[in-house]
Nanobody, 131 residues
């Protein structure tokens, strides 16, 4: 199983950015996984920022990105997307996508604490916000 995140780069504060995570190796079982986005800034612990359950019924966001970021998924393409709006310098980090088996959609992403109990992790994509 591989999770490939892309879309990172250098952007100015206030801009928008879209990250994508393509999952390979799960096939149709991708539908059994909740998908999350995490980020890790230099010298800081990895933190949860957004997640979506397998059916797109429930979405979870960290307070720091609520109202600015939006997570979505396309189960036909095994892809999850993170729309980032009004970015600021605090959003500078390496962004990781992760998958957690959760066909019952009961996992409370917003209560997750490190070390995060994910089944699969991607390698991350760097987002740098300049002022």
């Amino acid at each position: 199983v591989q999770l490939q995140a892309s879309g990172g780069g250098l952007v100015q504060a206030g801009a928008s950015l879209r990250l994508a995570c393509v999952v390979s190796g799960l096939g149709r079982t991708f539908n059994n996984y909740g998908m999350g986005w995490f980020r890790q800034a230099p010298g800081k612990e990895r933190e949860f920022i957004a997640a979506i359950d397998w059916s797109s019924t429930a979405r979870f966001y960290a307070d720091s990105v609520q109202g600015r970021f939006s997570v979505s998924r396309d189960n036909a393409k095994n892809t999850v997307t993170l729309e980032m709006n009004s970015v600021n310098r605090d959003d500078t980090a390496v962004y990781f996508c992760a998958a957690k088996m959760d066909f019952a959609a009961t996992y409370r992403w917003d209560r997750a604490q490190p070390p995060y109990d994910m089944d699969y992790w991607g390698k991350g994509t760097q987002v740098t916000v300049s002022s």
